[in-house]
């Protein structure tokens, strides 16, 4: 079975930094892309950043850009985005999802929350 | 960039009803649109990829249709638990992008 567990969402103020990480099992991890797809507290889905099974290629949200990192161990069947100069509107639940490419999203986890506030 | 306009923002229909929702993309995106369910607290999960291929394990009530600027997205009897909000889901490969549309909030009437 296919499980991905998100962790290491808090809170942070404005400017500070966060990295997140994504866990998976069930799958062959390093076959597949993975994303960070984030979700604003009653808001829609905004996606985030995509990086492919061997991390040759990387996207990102021009709202992440030059900001958030995203990276991945493979041997610990991991993944992670590291948040810098968090803003107030970064504020979200964060998804880790799993596609065979970099924007098709079939399995995700439950999603952690971070909270940028002063 | 290319922009998705989602309608309606929510609806309400009965049990055993057709149901339909809309997504336009601002420009030409061949078929590139994938369908989400989001069931409330949860977390989406996909239903269409590629305008109408069907994911396996999900429920033959639910097809997508269109290419180029127009799609929709139909439950073709709706049932209880298919109360959820839907999202369309376009991405362009150069720049690669992911857009989400709205949310189309489905409940029972």
Known sequence: EVQLVESGGDLVRPGGSLRLSCTASGFPFGNYWMSWVRQAPGKGLEWVAGIQGDEYEKFFAESVKGRFTISRDNAKNSM???????????????????????????HWGQGTLVTVSS | DIQMTQSPSSLSASV?????ITCQASQDINNYLNWYQQKPGKAPKILIYDASSLEIGVP????????????SFTISSLQPEDVATYYCQLYTKVPPRVTFGGGTKVEIK
């Not at chain 1, 992670?80 to 079939?106: H, K, P």
């Not at chain 2, 055993?16 to 339909?20: A, L, P, S």
């Not at chain 2, 033959?60 to 799609?71: A, E, L, N, Q, V």
């Open chain 1, 80 to 106: 992670y985005l590291q948040m810098n100069s968090l803003r107030v509107e970064d504020t979200a639940i964060y998804y880790c999802a799993r596609g065979w490419d970099w924007y098709f999203f079939d």
């Open chain 2, 16 to 20: 055993g009803d057709r149901v339909t």
């Open chain 2, 60 to 71: 033959s009530r639910f097809s997508g249709s269109g290419s180029g600027t127009d799609f």
